[in-house]
């Protein structure tokens, strides 16, 4: 969908929400906090929330690790075989990094190879099986690859693990609208204009809902 290739672009202030919840998966929430301050910085608004229990944003000028930045660098300059060889450089010295493997998928995803995607989501799962972002990246990919029955019910687990997970919620209210499933696509969609009242997608998607209802 558009608003999968709108969070997998990586470019700019996408790029910088890609490595948060890159990081979110990988438990480290206080890098992602960062990461989501400097994609705030470049959109000049918020246009995602860390999750409960997050650290404070740090100022933008603290940046994650040497391996984000590098992998985040070659993504910026649409390199995007060079990040994967980076990441799996990474996962051969270190086959347990929940964030490298998070990378793994997100590139694979972007690049259309999605069985290798799910592949690497299904790793990823068996590392951290009770991570909601390692869950919605599953979902995502299903999603990618038109299982949409397996899909929803990662994104509607995702959202039990986690429940204001704002990208779960927006991309299965996504699913919900093609299955004709107004209502509850609907309430998901202004749940997460409250949490996030910048979400142009979600904003974009509930227009749409309340033109189609008249």
């Given at each position: 969908?558009?608003?999968?290739?709108?969070?997998?672009n990586?470019?700019?202030?996408?790029?910088?929400?890609?490595?948060?919840?890159?990081?979110?998966?990988?438990?480290?929430?206080?890098?992602?906090?960062?990461?989501?301050?400097?994609?705030?910085?470049?959109?000049?608004?918020?246009?995602?929330?860390?999750?409960?229990?997050?650290?404070?944003?740090?100022?933008?000028?603290?940046?994650?690790?040497?391996?984000?930045?590098?992998?985040?660098?070659?993504?910026?300059?649409?390199k995007?075989?060079?990040?994967?060889?980076?990441?799996?450089?990474?996962?051969?010295?270190?086959?347990?990094?929940?964030?490298a493997?998070?990378?793994?998928?997100?590139l694979?995803?972007?690049?259309?190879?999605?069985?290798?995607?799910?592949?690497?989501?299904?790793?990823?799962?068996?590392?951290?099986?009770?991570?909601a972002?390692?869950?919605?990246?599953?979902?995502?990919?299903?999603?990618?690859?038109?299982?949409l029955?397996?899909?929803?019910?990662?994104?509607?687990?995702?959202?039990?693990?986690?429940?204001?997970?704002?990208?779960?919620?927006?991309?299965?209210?996504?699913?919900?609208?093609?299955?004709?499933?107004?209502?509850?696509?609907?309430?998901?969609?202004?749940?997460?204009?409250?949490?996030?009242?910048?979400?142009?997608v979600?904003a974009?998607?509930?227009?749409?809902?309340?033109?189609?209802?008249?």
């Amino acid at each position: 969908t558009l608003q999968q290739a709108a969070r997998f672009n990586p470019q700019g202030r996408d790029a910088w929400e890609s490595l948060a919840a890159a990081l979110e998966a990988a438990g480290r929430g206080a890098d992602a906090a960062k990461a989501r301050a400097q994609a705030q910085h470049l959109s000049g608004a918020p246009r995602a929330i860390a999750p409960p229990g997050a650290s404070t944003p740090a100022p933008a000028e603290a940046p994650p690790s040497e391996f984000a930045q590098a992998v985040l660098a070659l993504m910026q300059q649409q390199k995007p075989q060079q990040a994967l060889d980076l990441v799996r450089r990474q996962l051969a010295a270190a086959p347990d990094d929940l964030l490298a493997r998070s990378f793994e998928v997100r590139l694979l995803l972007a690049e259309h190879e999605f069985a290798a995607a799910l592949k690497a989501a299904e790793t990823a799962l068996a590392m951290a099986p009770n991570d909601a972002n390692v869950v919605y990246q599953r979902g995502v990919v299903k999603m990618a690859m038109n299982d949409l029955r397996g899909a929803e019910a990662d994104l509607r687990r995702a959202l039990v693990l986690a429940p204001r997970h704002t990208a779960a919620m927006s991309d299965l209210a996504v699913l919900l609208m093609g299955a004709g499933k107004r209502e509850e696509a609907r309430g998901l969609l202004e749940q997460v204009l409250r949490l996030n009242p910048g979400d142009k997608v979600a904003a974009a998607n509930l227009e749409q809902l309340r033109k189609e209802s008249h």
